[in-house]
């Protein structure tokens, strides 16, 4: 099963950091938040990618063709004009990025790799800049059982700030960034038939608009339910929220070894 990743937005909102890189390169603990994202489905056994690149794009292309130059030890015989790796770490990963265009919306760029998807077997698709302890594995097995042409992980949103409660005139407690009132939103991790990249007209298709509606308007958008850890990064603080987890060794996200 193939693992699309929207990576072409501007990332307007996170400037401070995309003014020189897309916001899918943007570290957290030293690695790209594109890479701890890939490590989520490779713990469950999807490493066959897709990478939707538009601004910067070619900053993904040499992050992945110099990935293993950047994690390993060399030798380099410049007189056989070779290099040799020692040590380091792998990852068994086969990554086709493709130029999905500077100002494609989102579903304009899932539109643009229908080539590269496999007739008739779902895929998994997603944004690149979320993550979460989502079961991948569990969500496939759902989206499989239910036969229906897409499925969404329908998350609730975090809380922003940190919250009081008061009795009377006193407060009582302090309640850390509760989550919100219940509803839950689109959280990405989509599963999705193929079929679906027929409601994609063209580049200026937005994913969340007419495709997304169109599939619940007919029953054809299943929730698969999640109440772990879900974060975007949107902004700095994000950011440095995730920085924040990673640093304490209790980032929920991280499921791999």
């Not at 790796?85 to 990963?93: D, L």
């Amino acid at each position: 099963m193939k693992v699309v990743i929207l990576a072409g937005g501007l990332g307007s909102r996170l400037a401070e950091e995309t003014s020189i890189r897309p916001k899918p390169l943007v570290e957290i603990g030293g690695m790209p938040i594109l890479w701890h994202i890939m490590s989520i489905y490779a713990h469950h056994g999807l490493n066959d990618f897709i990478i939707c690149a538009g601004y910067k794009g070619y900053l993904i292309k040499e992050y992945f063709v110099n990935l293993v130059l950047h994690h390993n030890d060399i030798t380099v015989d410049l007189a056989s004009n070779s290099i040799n790796y020692h040590g380091g770490t792998r990852p068994n990963w086969r990554v086709t990025v493709v130029d999905t265009g500077m100002y494609s919306m989102t579903g304009g760029r899932l539109g643009r790799i229908r080539d590269h998807l496999t007739p008739g077997e779902p895929f998994c698709m997603t944004y690149g800049d979320g993550v979460g302890d989502i079961d991948i594995a569990a969500e496939v097995a759902f989206h499989r059982s239910h036969g229906l042409k897409a499925t969404m992980c329908a998350v609730t949103p975090p809380g922003r700030y940190g919250a009081t409660n008061i009795e009377g005139q006193y407060i009582t407690s302090f309640i850390e960034k509760p989550r919100g009132d219940g509803q839950r939103i689109n959280g990405g991790f989509f599963v999705l038939d193929p079929s679906v990249v027929d409601l994609i007209p063209g580049d200026d298709t937005i994913w969340e608009a007419g495709p997304l509606e169109w599939l619940a308007a007919n029953n054809q958008l299943a929730a698969f339910k999640h109440d772990g850890f879900w974060q975007p990064m949107d902004t700095l603080r994000e950011r440095n929220q995730l920085e924040e987890l990673w640093s304490s060794g209790k980032a929920p996200w991280k499921l791999w070894a």
